[in-house]
């Protein structure tokens, strides 16, 4: 045998007796990787995608929030400067200065909030505010100092601004929620409605075409739907009682009466004029049938002296 064929079936023999086990587990090891491999780039696909959809709603809601919000109101940007975070800022004076103008009538005439707010911009005695901590704890704290009375009396004006419902319909994109009607509706149930709409709207469907079978009698009932109706209207009912019970609580503790309507007023007016005339009508019997017996009475007497 010459050099070449020993040479040939060492190869082989090191092919199939020592290194086929090795190429055998590395197919092995390959193929159990491939479906995690392919499972990984078809998901890495789909989050890329979702991904860009979702920067691409963050920059037309921003797009759109610079258009829709009063970023450029002057009141909010006076408003502003009652942040802690800004103090020290030569803005954050101007703008005080500015809010302080805007409630004049919460400053006395004796102060100088000019000299306050100064020194209130630069005063290094200060608690440390931190970004995230609450603003008007802080303030509070600063007001039982009485350090700055006028300018503390601007600030309770700031922060005590009202801000319920009717408020929020002057940003509310769906602009049917808030009418004459609800407009003293929680914020729970404010927030709930407009979470519903704007899932629809987006979806440019009503509630009867979400939640539409295809046959009204065979179709299959939403069971989840269901109950979630059913705890809603369960919540709903326990939380009347509990204000029902709760203002006649408050009733009985004060000494007040409920108060009633016209038409409840009249109903109950002519229920006790009605009441009235039939006491009215059983005294006047009464006082017939005595009338008849005392005469009949009278007659048995005469007939026994006859």
Not at 175 to 190: E, L, V
């Amino acid at each position: 045998m010459t050099d070449l064929g020993k040479e040939r079936k060492r190869r082989v023999v090191k092919k199939i007796w020592f290194e086929s086990e090795k190429v055998e587990l590395h197919l092995s090891v390959y193929l159990g990787v491939l479906p995690i491999l392919k499972e990984y780039v078809m998901v890495f696909q789909v989050i890329k995608d979702f991904l860009e959809k979702v920067i691409k709603a963050y920059v037309a809601c921003g797009k759109y929030m610079q258009v829709k919000l009063p970023l450029k109101s002057k009141t909010l940007q006076a408003l502003s400067s009652i942040d802690p975070v800004v103090r020290g800022h030569s803005e954050a004076g101007t703008q005080l200065r500015q809010l302080a103008g805007i409630m004049k009538h919460l400053v006395p005439q004796e102060s100088d909030i000019t000299q306050e707010i100064i020194r209130y911009n630069v005063d290094s005695t200060l608690a440390q505010y931190r970004e995230g901590d609450n603003m008007v704890m802080w303030w509070a704290h600063l007001m039982s100092t009485g350090k700055y009375p006028a300018l503390s009396g601007v600030i309770r004006g700031a922060v005590s601004i009202f801000h319920g419902p009717m408020v929020e319909s002057s940003f509310n994109l769906m602009g049917d929620i808030i009418d004459s009607k609800s407009a003293n509706m929680n914020i729970s149930t404010f927030d709930a409605i407009q979470t519903a709409k704007y899932y629809m709207k987006s979806r440019g469907m009503t509630a009867t075409m979400m939640f539409k079978r295809e046959e009204e009698k065979f179709g299959p009932v939403d069971r989840k739907l269901c109950q979630n109706m059913r705890a809603a209207g369960g919540r709903d009912k326990a939380q009347r009682a509990e204000r029902l019970l709760e203002r006649r609580r408050r009733q009985v503790e004060y000494g007040c009466s409920k108060t009633c309507g016209s038409a409840q007023n009249k109903r109950t007016a002519q229920e006790e004029e009605k009441e009235e005339r039939l006491r009215h009508a059983a005294k006047q019997r009464n006082a017939a049938r005595r009338r008849a017996l005392e005469i009949l009475q009278g007659k048995a007497k005469k007939m026994k002296k006859c």
